[in-house]
């Protein structure tokens, strides 16, 4: 018994110090996906999410928006540039909360880690919804 209370303290200090480096390495993450848990550095308790997006209605635009994603462009500026949304405000749509987006588009959201327009985290592929086929990026969660 005493090994399992060794072995228990042991992984919580480790746990802990995984918490506090989060994605500092992939061993790390890969350890914590052994756990069983593999969206660990995306809080699940997030109840509303900072989201951009580029629409496109044809598949073809939407591939050339990945394409210039994938080359380094700014999320925002490529969203000013190809989205067939109204808003033209870089992609922005602001703080949403669960249950106010379509299906599709919410559930990939949700899924997203947080990340800047610079070095966008993006779905890809493109979630296809009603309104077309959307690139999606959260910049916040709470």
């Not at 598949?59 to 210039?68: A, Y």
């Not at 985290?121 to 690139?135: D, F, L, Q, R, W």
């Amino acid at each position: 018994m005493g090994k399992s209370k060794t072995d228990t303290k042991s992984n919580n200090k480790s746990s802990n110090s995984k918490d506090k480096s989060k994605g500092a390495s992939s061993s790390s993450s890969s350890k914590t996906a052994a756990k069983g848990d593999s969206k660990s550095d995306k809080p699940k308790a997030a109840n509303s999410i900072n989201v951009r997006h580029i629409l496109c209605e044809k598949h073809s635009k939407m591939e050339t928006v990945l394409e210039r994603l994938a080359n380094g462009e700014k999320f925002d500026a490529v969203a000013r540039e190809l989205s067939e949304d109204k808003a033209r405000q870089g992609g922005s749509l602001g703080w949403k909360t669960r249950g106010s987006l379509l299906k599709a588009f919410e559930d990939a959201a949700y899924a997203l880690a947080v990340s800047t327009v610079d070095r966008p985290i993006y779905t890809n592929p493109a979630v296809k919804t009603s309104e077309g086929y959307h690139c999606i990026m959260v910049e916040g969660r709470k």
